[in-house]
């Protein structure tokens, strides 16, 4: 599913080059769940930008689904965003003025008819457990709800990949469990899930785990 | 992105971020209100005056030919000693002047005290020809107009009707003399300055001049046009005619005055018009205002919104679906300004209308050509903050972010 070769990024900061990631290489199997581990500054988040192709590599091969990432423009690229990758986020990033709902329905917008006729939405906020709370804005909702419905939203175009970068970082012990148990189960149904952590815990329940440092696979 | 999706998703952010759409929206309303108040004062204006000269005269197509020379200020009267005009003139005028109609005249007094039922008041009196009504468009609410020139016969002004409490069929004293009422005119509101045009009685001219002036020369000739808009040539033929008439020789000045009531209405408007050049300034500067306004709320806007632009792109938005988005919010507010500054215009202009009791003139081409320019505007100024927002780096931002 996801086929990485000897990708490297660098960024040009403002008089030095900053190398992100160096000579990585990875493969990723359909239905695997991933957690990504390191210390801060270890490349965990420009890797999963890579994979969810928000970022390109400076050099190396990315295949995602059997589609090579490099030469893609900006337009194919968020196609294949939108279509294979969802996102998770430690802040939530849901839209401040739209409704839990509308958050879920966000990708639909940007699907260009290839979204399904009937919004999954809402079967999707009751499968998270906030369809009580699909009318309310986030800064209605509870830190744990917030994360349910950026979940919904990362599942509303049934893709095959779900990337979460730190899920669990702004959210109490319990509620974080409990966001952690609704990941795993998705993974169980086939979902192929990346995951970045500094937890230790989380990263032990994970099928697989990546380690990296100074941007590279240690 | 289609066009609906763009539409839901502008409406939504306008709608939800009322202060940001009320400052980008404040200074584009303000711009095509003064522009629709502008448009319709000075079409307001124009009617006005127009309404009322042609109260006055009947026909702002028309030529007045007085007595006196061009030296000589306001209407000449039956009272004053100029007599160069005479109905000799008047004939000539219609039968050897091409594009003339017809031609009306006239002798007239303003003072002339009016006596009935034991009731009196102060009125003009007019001794006219027997055309006279039907070159003014005058409108007979009782009775009928005279035929006869030498009758003494009167048609009452409605004002002196109603105050002296006399109709069709009764008499009245004229500076002492008795005339029969055989008719009394419908109102025909104020003229130029907000004079009434009702406190009036017209009496054939040939009594006027035997009975009440005793005098033979006139204080008008009205001259009707066949072709309006040749008005200025018919003018200085008629001035041509006349002083040929008079014996006038080149350099001698006029003993007359020939009058186009298009020339006094085109005087008057220009007066009008630099208060109107002033409120276009205040228009134009609104909506130039407006729109910088508008696209540094926009661009600021693009900065703040940084993190809602990366989580729509990583949820699969083009650069294309975040500068169509964007752009689609300025036109959106830019659009909700221009409703709401024709709704305000209108509605001041209707409030000021009414006050003023006049009729409704607003210049819709005009309005609705402001209101366009005001999406223009806004279109213009959302353009490059929708560029910016579009420019913007989801990976560079998620990483800000990210811990």
Redesign the interface.
């Known amino acids: 599913m996801i086929e990485l070769q000897h990708v490297s990024k660098t960024y040009s900061g403002r008089s030095v080059l900053v190398k992100a990631l160096a000579d990585v290489s990875l493969s990723i199997a359909t239905g695997e769940l991933v957690a990504i581990v390191g210390a801060s500054g270890s490349g965990k988040s420009t890797l999963l930008q890579i994979l969810g192709c928000l970022d390109t590599p400076s050099a190396g091969r990315y295949v995602l689904n059997g589609t090579a990432v490099e030469g893609l423009d900006d337009a194919e690229l968020s196609r294949l965003r939108n279509k294979h990758v969802g996102f998770v986020f430690q802040s939530f990033n849901l839209l401040p003025r739209a409704t839990a709902l509308e958050n879920v329905e966000l990708p639909l917008l940007y699907a260009n008819g290839a979204s399904p006729g009937v919004s999954p939405a809402p079967l999707l906020l009751e499968r998270v457990g906030v369809a009580h709370r699909a009318r309310h804005y986030p800064a209605e909702l509870s830190g744990g709800e917030q994360q349910r419905v950026a979940i919904a939203r990362a599942l509303v175009m049934k893709p095959s990949l779900l990337l979460a970068d730190e899920p669990t970082g702004n959210l109490d012990a319990a509620t974080g469990a409990q966001v952690l148990r609704l990941i795993h189960d998705l993974n169980d149904d086939g979902l192929t899930v990346v995951l970045v952590t500094h937890d230790p815990a989380v990263a032990a329940k994970a099928d697989r785990r990546i380690t990296l440092a100074d941007g590279r696979i240690a | ?2 066009i609906a ?1 763009l539409t ?2 502008s409406w ?2 306008v709608s ?2 009322r202060v940001r759409t009320l400052l980008s929206g404040a200074g584009l309303v303000i711009g095509v209100l003064a522009i629709t108040i502008t448009v319709a004062t000075g079409e307001g204006a124009r009617r006005a005056v127009r309404g009322s000269f042609k109260a006055m005269f009947g026909s702002i197509d028309v030529l007045f030919v007085q007595p006196g020379g061009p030296a000589q200020r306001g209407m000449s009267t039956a009272a004053d000693a100029v007599t160069t005009l005479t109905p000799d003139d008047a004939v000539a005028i219609a039968s050897q002047v091409n594009g003339v109609r017809e031609v009306g005249m006239a002798q007239d007094a303003p003072n002339i005290v009016a006596e009935a039922n034991g009731q009196n008041t102060t009125t003009s009196l007019w001794g006219v020809s027997s055309n006279w009504r039907s070159l003014h468009g005058d409108s007979v609410a009782s009775g009928s107009y005279f035929q006869d020139t030498d009758a003494r016969v009167a048609v009452l002004g409605s004002d002196v009707a109603r105050v002296l409490r006399v109709s069709t069929g009764q008499r009245l004293r004229l500076s002492g003399i008795e005339f029969d009422i055989v008719g009394v005119l419908a109102s025909n509101g104020a003229g130029p300055g907000g004079i009434s045009l009702d406190n009036i009685v017209y009496v054939p001219l040939g009594t006027a001049s035997r009975r009440v002036f005793n005098k033979s020369a006139l204080n008008l000739v009205d001259v009707a046009l066949v072709r309006p808009e040749a008005w200025q040539k018919t003018q200085g033929d008629v001035q041509k005619l006349v002083r040929a008439r008079h014996g006038l020789s080149p350099g001698q000045i006029d003993d007359f005055r020939v009058i186009a009531p298009r020339a006094m209405i085109a005087r008057i408007e220009s007066v009008d018009s630099g208060l109107a050049k002033t409120l276009w300034w205040v228009g134009g500067l609104g909506l130039g205002l407006g729109g910088v306004i508008a696209a540094v709320l926009a661009v600021t806007a693009a900065l703040q919104r940084r ?2 632009i ?12 975040i500068l169509l988005q964007f752009w689609a919010e300025s036109v959106c507010t830019a659009t909700a300004a221009a409703v709401i500054g024709v709704i305000l215009g209108v509605g001041v202009t209707a409030l000021g209308a009414t006050m003023m009791r006049a009729k409704l003139a607003v210049d819709w081409p005009v309005t609705l050509g402001a209101a366009l320019a005001t999406v223009l505007v806004g279109a213009l100024a959302g353009y490059v903050p929708a560029r910016r927002a579009a420019s913007v780096d ?2 560079i931002v ?2 800000e ?3």
């Open positions: 992105m289609t999706t839901k998703l939504r952010a939800r971020s993190h809602e990366a989580t729509c792109r990583a949820c699969g938005a083009t650069r294309r679906d989801p990976a998620l990483r972010a990210a811990p």
